[in-house]
């Protein structure tokens, strides 16, 4: 069974400010897929990034970058310049190979003061 | 990416009626569909997994004879909410995984039952 822990709830900051959210998570598998979605206020959940258990190396995609560190089981998330329209609902999940059921968090709602 | 496209997206119901969604993965295959469902503000619980020829598996505490789901096609996954009533009212959104392990989800159906 894997867990997953976004211990912020709700955060808001200003436009252009950057911002990290937290992903904390369990799985006893010892090769796994991480996850980030983010869900707008439509409802849909947009497919942010897929990273592999095996693979630290962190990752940048524009304004987006993400910290896997494997020892300490965390997979943050970090938004510069942040902008109005980041502002969502970001979900963190663990699955593991072969197997596709997400395991979800509360989420963080992320609000971007204009 | 892949796109899985979910229809109706918004959908009302009258009490004691049912409900057909569909889940359709667009550009890929998939053998197996998850069917999420979501309440306001909270995170997406899964309520069962859709595997093509075949029966769905159900998690604990998830109504089978309620919530049929048909995988009759590689490409579709449906799910449809027999006897709706008004607390079966929620966001129901599906999921599929492409041949690159990433796993997308659809647009998300919401469900009200008056």
């Known amino acids: 069974a894997q867990k997953v822990t976004q211990a912020q709830t709700e955060i808001s900051v200003v436009e252009k400010e950057d911002v990290t959210l937290d992903c904390v998570y369990e799985?006893?598998?010892?090769?796994?897929?991480l996850f980030w979605y983010k869900q707008p206020p439509s409802g849909e959940l947009v497919f942010l990034i897929r990273r592999n258990s095996f693979d630290e190396q962190n990752e940048i995609s524009g304004r987006y970058s993400w910290n896997f560190q494997k020892s300490t089981s965390s997979f943050n998330f970090t938004i510069t310049a942040s902008q109005v329209v980041d502002s969502a609902v970001y979900f963190c999940?663990?699955?593991?190979?072969?197997?596709?059921?997400?395991?979800f968090g509360t989420g963080t709602r992320l609000t971007i003061i204009p | 990416g892949a796109v899985v496209s979910q229809h109706p997206s918004r959908v009302i119901c009258k009490s004691g009626t049912s409900v057909k969604i569909e889940c359709r993965s667009l550009?890929?295959?998939?053998?197996?569909m998850f069917w999420y469902r979501q309440f306001p503000k909270q995170s997406l619980m899964l309520m069962a997994t859709?595997?093509?020829?075949?029966?769905?598996?159900?998690e604990q505490g998830v109504e089978k004879d309620k919530f049929l789901i048909n995988h009759a096609s590689l490409t579709l996954s449906t799910l449809t909410v027999t006897s709706a009533h008004p607390e079966d009212s929620s966001f129901y959104i599906c999921s599929a995984r492409d041949n690159a392990n990433t796993i997308y989800f659809g647009e998300g159906s919401w469900l009200t039952v008056v």
């Open positions: 999940a663990p699955t593991n190979f072969g197997n596709e059921k997400l395991t």
């Open positions: 550009d890929f295959q998939a053998t197996t």
């Open positions: 799985t006893r598998d010892t090769t796994y897929y």
């Open positions: 859709s595997n093509e020829g075949s029966k769905a598996t159900y």
